[in-house]
């Protein structure tokens, strides 16, 4: 089992910065990719950011050039850096980890509303 918790979220106007970290604990040597995810009210949960084991990432389009995700192994962190912030970011954002076995696990989300 792997255990995961969200923090940094909050309101923040367009065009600021919010830093969100995840921490994960339990069977940690079995995490291989992590990621972030985002649900706004009324749509679909939808893939921000992603971060292997190994340090590739992948990011949402909408997302590009104001996001970074990074990952701190030692520390068993994920962080998600969000720059220039806009109204259309606003939702619960949701750490995820993807175990060697494909097992997803999910965390509890922490909620970020960006203002106009």
């Known amino acids: 089992q792997v255990q995961l918790v969200e923090s940094g979220g909050g309101l923040v106007q367009a065009g600021g910065s919010l830093t969100l970290s995840c921490a994960a604990s339990g069977i940690i040597f079995s995490i291989n990719a992590m990621g972030w995810y985002r649900q706004a009210p009324g749509k679909q949960r939808e893939s921000v950011a992603g971060?292997?084991?190994?340090?590739?990432?992948n990011y949402a389009d909408s997302v590009k050039g104001r996001f970074t995700i990074s990952r701190d192994n030692a520390k068993n962190m994920v962080y998600l850096q969000m720059n220039s912030l806009k109204p259309e970011d606003t939702g619960v954002y949701y750490c995820?980890?993807?175990?060697?076995?494909?097992?997803?696990?999910w965390g509890q989300g922490t909620q970020v509303t960006v203002s106009s």
């Open positions: 995820k980890a993807r175990d060697l076995y494909a097992v997803d696990y």
């Open positions: 971060i292997t084991r190994g340090g590739n990432t």
